[in-house]
């Protein structure tokens, strides 16, 4: 086969056209019918498997079937068996913390199985002599595809003929530049042609394609890292180790209450010896922190989305809060892949006069984009159209475009190299001066005129008069985003380091990250190729340490990058919206695709700027902030809970003492001093920048405040029967008052606790405060409500006592409070002593 490239002098399509399909006649005549029909046998077919890894089987699973579901389970069938119903309300938490985390999943999973870099369409080949139009799933290994101006690429291939073919691959590379393919010259699928046509032999369909094999490596689904789940999780798994002991030693002590376990079924006591035992378990699960979070991440995707930004995964909020590296990709992020026009620089005669020529030269009837963005900067200086008597349009095969005016001069623009070239001078000054500007990362344009009016031949055959001369440099550049620079400014000020990663030329790219003041103060960003990077994931990490921009970055580099700034203990997050940018925005802790990204980088990215405006990203870290700052708050009231329940438990089993309250009283308590304000203080606008040690801040407040509070539980089921003489052991409405008592103290320091986390209380959150305090001791004295929850109030001697215990153990509260501060002060005065020594010596 006599393989060249076809492309005449003017561009145009040479050749009979089909009848058929407007399509050069050639002489290849494609595969037959039963080529195809082999293919097909052999599995040689453009069909990629869109699963994913998970299953809606496994989502399921992975949800349902958790630790905290199986204990919260477990307590609820027990005492649904013990037929204690108004006990179990606590096991509703399990559907609702479910379903939000089903939903979550399967969304994701959605998006990803809608994997897809194509666009959907049909596509032409030539078989049998013949051109023919077909599903992309029917293209098949050795097709001779045909590739118009405006197609996709749906498979890879080797071009056999070119007519003037020109691709955009910068959803491939992040090269913004397109690329002519001439013969014998590779095209990958998910590319776009531009301009010409070609015809291609497929050398690569379905899974064995380019971007077939990007997306496959992208498309794992990955439970996102977050901080806040960490640490509940690593409460939760804490929790398990006292829990299952103590539920046994629970159960044990209070069949023991009630006279051993033969009393206990012959009465049917033991009914509530096992309520009682699932108040100790349930006390101890911070059910609410669970739910709560899910709750509050679902609520901060709910107002991003109303602000264009598609959040996928819930933790996804939290994440950016945290991140301390931005890596950006250039085209579609910092620029948003349009074209501008900078400036002219005048080589003769008048700046003004040079706009008309200019505007008149590229004013055709359908100009390319820099066309376009020439024509409207000079529309905004006022320049109109002039008279042109003859026009050649631009070609991408020429390289150039001319008009004649009616004053008989002629004006020419394309690319400098070529018109230089055919140039009787040299013009070496404007040689130098084309390569800085170029260098400097501008798209240069050269502006000629050739006085004499040129030889009519001349524009009937296209070609360049003799007599041309330069008259300007054209400079144009790709086209900032307005919001780039603000919001690059904003992440300085957080403290995040942000570094420009593509795929084109390093010089360009410093150009842009220079415009858009990426390192601040003017500075010039710090440029490297990224060809010279090391390729040990040590020495990657310690060099980007010194680097600001990274050009002709591959793909595969940019997912070597982040894994490299994790070795150094980074958070990460990337953005990007082409092909080449996926591998690298799944393996970073939080991707962020633009709106008009490939359709497989929005489906493994964790947040989609939907408008693809780069300043929502602050909006993210703010209700990452919120949620961090806010969570830190409430989480403290949870663990406080947890703290308490696990001393009252083991007290009980020590002391062999009824239970000091019902699971009904735990959740009337938990409702008011957790739940409700808990939920109102997480909602609280808070820009509190993120700080490491959230699970050792928790703890170092929760443990002081719950020890305290389950020692003063004990000590009133302990000392209040003594008191009064009670016999709690075989009079149950003495049990049901004393129990009373003993969730009215837990209610009481459960409010100092509220108090202590709602600071600064001179404002909204003092009346919170105030309002869950009356609304707690009003529901006491309604009787429904008192009834239902199982609330006797003591009579005049126990109410004394009550009152005197309240005052005591408010007393104790605050006494280890203080111990706690004066403990943590000497403590770090000794460990500052220590460290100075160590440095003196």
Aim: glycine residues 8%.
């Amino acid at each position: 086969m006599n393989v060249q490239d076809q492309s005449g002098s003017d561009g145009q399509l040479k050749g009979t056209q089909g009848a058929d399909s407007g399509l050069p006649h050639v002489e290849e005549p494609g595969l037959s019918e039963a080529d195809v029909a082999a293919a097909v046998q052999r599995g040689d077919v453009n069909v990629v498997d869109t699963s994913t890894s998970r299953s809606y089987k496994d989502i399921l699973r992975s949800n349902v079937f958790t630790l905290f579901n199986g204990i919260i389970f477990t307590a609820m069938v027990l005492v649904l068996i013990a037929g204690q119903w108004r006990d179990a309300v606590f096991g509703l938490v399990i559907i609702v913390n479910s379903g939000i985390g089903v939903y979550t999943e399967i969304r994701a999973k959605k998006a990803l199985d809608n994997l897809s870099i194509l666009v959907a369409s049909r596509s032409r080949v030539r078989r049998s002599g013949k051109n023919v139009t077909i599903e992309h799933s029917g293209i098949v290994l050795d097709d001779l595809l045909w590739v118009m101006s405006g197609e996709q690429i749906p498979a890879d291939g080797l071009v056999v003929r070119s007519w003037g073919l020109e691709l955009d691959e910068s959803m491939l590379t992040g090269e913004s530049r397109t690329v002519k393919k001439a013969a014998e010259e590779k095209v990958f699928s998910g590319s776009t042609a531009v301009s010409g046509l070609g015809l291609v032999r497929v050398t690569a369909v379905g899974s064995s394609s380019y971007a077939a094999s990007l997306t496959a490596r992208a498309k794992v689904y990955t439970k996102i890292h977050s901080d806040l789940q960490d640490g509940i999780n690593t409460i939760l798994k804490y929790m398990t180790y006292l829990v299952v002991p103590l539920c046994l030693l629970l159960v044990f002590s209070q069949m023991h209450t009630v006279d051993g376990w033969a009393a206990a079924f012959a009465t049917g006591q033991w009914r509530m010896a096992v309520v009682s035992a699932v108040a100790g378990v349930v006390g101890m699960i911070p059910e609410g922190l669970v739910l709560l979070t899910s709750l509050n991440f679902a609520l901060a995707v709910i107002r991003l989305a109303r602000k264009n930004t598609l959040v996928q995964q819930l933790e996804s909020v939290e994440t950016l809060a945290r991140v301390d590296c931005l890596n950006l990709d250039k085209t579609g992020t910092i620029t948003d892949g349009g074209i501008a026009f900078d400036h002219m620089v005048s080589l003769i005669g008048e700046q003004t006069t040079l706009y008309d020529s200019l505007f008149d030269v590229v004013n055709e009837a359908s100009p390319n984009a820099t066309g376009e963005a020439i024509l409207s900067a000079l529309s905004k200086k006022g320049v109109t159209a002039g008279e042109v008597s003859r026009r050649i349009p631009f070609s991408s095969a020429r390289k150039w475009s001319a008009i004649q005016r009616a004053d008989g001069v002629s004006w020419y623009i394309g690319a400098p190299e070529i018109l230089l070239s055919a140039l009787s001078a040299p013009y070496p000054d404007v040689r130098e001066q084309v390569s800085q500007y170029a260098t400097k990362g501008n798209r240069v344009l050269l502006l000629a005129t050739a006085p004499s009016t040129p030889n009519p031949e001349t524009f009937e055959n296209n070609e360049l008069p003799e007599d041309l001369r330069p008259a300007a440099i054209v400079l144009c550049s790709e086209s900032i985003r307005e919001d780039a620079a603000e919001t690059l400014a904003y992440f300085r000020e957080q403290g995040v380091r942000c570094r420009i990663i593509s795929g084109d030329n390093p010089e360009t790219v410093g150009a842009i990250a220079l415009k858009v003041d990426l390192v601040g103060e003017g500075r010039t960003p710090r440029a490297m190729d990224a060809r010279s990077l090391p390729k040990d994931p040590v020495a990657l990490a310690e060099a980007l340490e010194d680097i600001d921009v990274l050009g002709r970055v591959l793909p595969d580099q940019k997912k070597a990058i982040v894994d490299a700034l994790h070795l150094q203990s980074h958070v990460v997050a990337m953005t990007g919206d082409g092909v080449n940018d996926s591998l690298a925005i799944k393996e970073a802790d939080l991707g962020i695709a633009m709106g008009n990204a490939a359709s497989a980088t929005k489906s493994v990215a964790q947040v989609i700027l939907v408008d693809s405006k780069f300043s929502h990203l602050p909006d993210v870290v703010g209700q990452g902030r919120r949620v961090m700052a806010n969570m830190e708050r409430v989480a403290s009231l949870f663990l406080v809970k947890t703290c308490y329940s696990a001393l009252i438990a083991l007290g009980v089993v020590l002391a062999g003492i009824p239970f000091p309250y019902l699971p009904r009283h735990m959740t009337y308590i938990s409702a008011l001093t957790i739940g409700i304000p808990a939920f109102i203080l997480s909602l609280a606008p808070n820009n509190r920048r993120y700080r490491k040690g959230f699970l050792t801040r928790v703890v170092v407040f929760s443990i002081p405040s719950g020890v305290s509070i389950g020692l003063c539980a004990l000590m009133v089921s302990l000392v209040l029967p003594k008191l009064t003489g009670w016999n709690v052991f075989d009079n149950p409405t003495q049990l049901t008052t004393l129990r009373t008592c003993s969730a009215i103290v837990v209610f009481a320091l459960g409010i100092l606790v509220l108090a202590r986390v709602s600071k600064p209380l001179l404002s909204w959150r003092g009346g919170l405060v105030v309002f869950i305090t009356a609304a707690g001791v009003a529901g006491a004295l309604i009787p429904f409500v008192a009834k239902f929850f199982a609330i006797v109030l003591p009579g005049d001697v126990a109410g004394r006592y009550l009152l005197g215990g309240l005052a005591f153990s408010i007393l104790v509260f605050y006494l280890v409070q203080y111990l706690v501060r004066w403990c943590v002060r000497i403590l770090r005065r000794r460990l500052f002593s220590a460290s100075h020594e160590i440095r003196r010596r």
